[in-house]
Nanobody, 125 residues
Framework: QVQLVESGGGLVQPGGSLRLSCVAS????????MAWYRQAPGKERELVAR???????NYGDSVKGRFTISRDNAKNAVYLQMNSLKPEDTAVYFC???????????????????WGQGTQVTVSS
């Protein structure tokens, strides 16, 4: 049984910072992708940032220059440092892990996909 446990969410004022953490436990072979998504009320889930085992990273346009994703492979952990937070960053943030072989025809989809339960981030004065 694989579990992803997120932490670090909360209430922060505009311009503030938060650091999200996600640790994967259980038996996971060959973690390739670690990513963060978010979903605001009434909106679709969107990519925030992702990092692959090869070292490449991608960010959503709205967070470029403000958020930084990092990972600790030894701990099966991924982090999201969020700076200069804005009210529009308010959402539930989900950790995502892709493991095993890559699915044919896709760049960032893998045979095994796991999701965390989500952590609320609220940016408000």
């Amino acid at each position: 049984q694989v579990q992803l446990v997120e932490s670090g969410g909360g209430l922060v004022q505009p311009g503030g910072s938060l650091r999200l953490s996600c640790v994967a436990s259980g038996t996971i072979f060959s973690i390739n992708l670690m990513a963060w998504y978010r979903q605001a009320p009434g909106k679709e889930r969107e990519l925030v940032a992702r990092t692959t085992s090869g070292g490449s990273t991608n960010y959503g346009d709205s967070v470029k220059g403000r958020f930084t994703i990092s990972r600790d492979n030894a701990k099966n952990a991924v982090y999201l440092q969020m700076n200069s937070l804005k009210p529009e960053d308010t959402a539930v943030y989900f950790c995502n892990v892709g493991a095993g072989p890559k699915l044919s025809g896709y760049n960032f989809r893998y045979k095994y996909t796991y999701w965390g339960q989500g952590t609320q981030v609220t940016v408000s004065s």
